[in-house]
């Protein structure tokens, strides 16, 4: 299973563009690598990540296999309006992990 | 005797470029050899990616800054962050970026798209690089221009697992 953190700075003045850092644990398996019986492991990876801001679209971005383990990701969204920040990432066998995070603008 | 060796066309630098370039032979003959299940690695084939990305367009450098450690000492884990030019308004904003590397086994790396909210067109992520080698970004604007920036990183313990 996946699990997700996301890092907002601490105080945010209405406008302001932001820093969002994700970070969400999965092995991020390549498809390069054999195991000890010289099988090639299949490759399995987050192969989406989405963000949304009070439903609109932010940013959006397709990962390869050079993408690390546990992948870390941080991006700019303006903060024009206090509201929920959703996070998606898709994985290869189609599963989707979901968070979401409360931006409040002073 | 120096002036021999030199008439020769064997001075010592280009003995030690030779001995450089034998070295890196080798070292990419081993790679091969450790990744003969998935495939040998096709040289231009990170362009081929990033033209089908582009549909073919040619890209002008420029406005495209790549940034990673100059020397990484873990190829498994290389930070990056890829940032455009760009005043990011409705009118005048960066659509994506597609980043590729032309030295694993599979050259894409990831393809960003931005909108208008972003605010600031950049991002930053960890990536594997199997050797030292080049990371490409094309970036595509609003406005249809192409623009790309590139950045070498030299990696001392490769990340490609096996």
């Known amino acids: ?106 | 005797m120096r002036k021999d060796s030199e008439s020769n066309g064997l001075s010592r630098r280009r003995l030690l470029a030779g001995v450089g370039a034998g070295g890196m032979a080798l070292a990419g003959a081993m790679i091969v050899v450790r990744d003969v299940s998935a495939q040998a690695i096709q040289p231009g084939a990170h362009l081929e990616v990033l033209n089908k990305a582009v549909g073919g367009k040619q890209p002008q450098a420029g406005k495209v800054r790549i940034r990673m450690p100059e020397i990484a000492e873990n190829g498994n884990t290389v930070p990056i962050t890829v940032a455009v030019d760009s005043p990011m308004t409705g009118q005048d904003f960066v659509k994506a970026v597609h980043v590729v590397t032309d030295n694993n086994p599979r050259p894409e790396l990831m393809s960003v798209f931005f909108t208008p909210l972003s605010g600031k067109a950049e991002v930053s992520t960890r990536i594997r690089l199997a050797q030292t080698m080049n990371v490409i970004a094309y970036a595509e604007m609003s406005d249809g221009s192409l623009w790309s920036g590139r950045a070498e990183a030299k990696v001392t313990i490769g990340g490609c697992g096996g």
Request: overall charge positive; charged content about 25%.
């Open chain 1, 1 to 106: 299973m996946s699990s997700a953190r996301i890092r907002l700075p601490a105080s945010i003045k209405k406008g302001e563009t932001v820093e969002v850092k994700t970070l969400i644990t999965h092995t991020m398996e390549s498809g390069q690598r054999r195991d000890s019986a010289g099988a090639v492991i299949p490759r399995k990876i987050l192969n989406k990540f989405a963000c949304t801001y009070n439903g609109k679209d932010v940013i959006r971005a397709d990962w390869a296999s050079a993408i690390s383990a546990n992948p870390y990701f941080s991006f700019y969204v303006v903060a024009a309006e206090s509201g929920t920040l959703e996070f998606t990432w898709t994985d290869d066998d189609g599963t989707v992990t979901k968070e979401s995070a409360k931006l409040t603008v002073a």
